[in-house]
């Protein structure tokens, strides 16, 4: 589904350069659920994010579902984003003066949806993270770990095969922490590719496969 080959990643910054990512090769399988690790600076979110389409390698070749990401147009490309990728972030990103259902239904609002179809997709993803009665509640009356559920729901709204998670635990307490866990374990095992960068190992040890990067690199 995921195929990254001697990916490059090189940030300009005026006389200096920074190379993020040096040569990485990346192959993920449909349903596979895998832990990017590293130490910070190491690139783990600058390969994440040309995984999700949010940035372009300056070298190598990114393919996706045997399609070249490099070769789509800036549509073709949200496109993706929208249907077959969903994000979930450390910080939840999600719209403070929106409910907890206006968050979730937000993507679906690009994707043709009629309301009758959103209001129910809504409603199932609520029930599927424990928190159907808090849908008319804003971020900001929920705990860490409930805007991290809706965020998870958010990120499924149109029922992407694709989930990437950036430190999805790392603002939470470990009993957040594990309940987040047990939702993405959920997800993987009814099919969802799951992808996740993360600096604890704990987290990491619910994937089936961990891979490390140092310096830009794979290193295991």
Request: with cysteine; charged share 20%.
């Amino acid at each position: 589904m995921i195929d990254c080959r001697a990916i490059k990643k090189t940030f300009h910054m005026g006389s200096a350069s920074l190379e993020a990512l040096r040569g990485v090769d990346l192959l993920v399988k449909a349903g596979e659920f895998i832990s990017i690790m590293g130490p910070s600076g190491s690139g783990k979110s600058t390969l994440m994010n040309i995984i999700g389409c949010l940035d372009t390698p300056s070298a190598g070749t990114y393919d996706l579902d045997g399609r070249a990401v490099a070769g789509m147009s800036f549509d073709q490309l949200a496109e993706v984003r929208n249907r077959k990728i969903g994000f979930v972030f450390q910080n939840f990103n999600l719209l403070p003066y929106a409910t907890a259902a206006e968050n979730i239904e937000l993507p679906m609002l690009f994707n043709g949806k009629s309301a009758r179809q959103r209001r129910r997709r809504v409603e199932e993803l609520l029930q599927q993270v424990g928190l159907l009665e808090w849908r008319q509640h804003r971020p900001s009356e929920l705990s860490g770990g409930q805007q991290q559920r809706i965020a998870i729901a958010r990120a499924l709204a149109n029922d992407p095969p694709i989930l990437l998670a950036d430190e999805p635990t790392g603002n939470l307490d470990s009993q957040s922490g594990e309940e987040i866990m047990a939702i993405f374990s959920g997800l993987w095992r009814q099919g969802h590719t799951v992808i996740m960068v993360t600096h604890d190992a704990g987290v990491a040890a619910h994937s089936q496969r961990t891979v490390s990067l140092l310096d830009g690199r794979v290193v295991t």
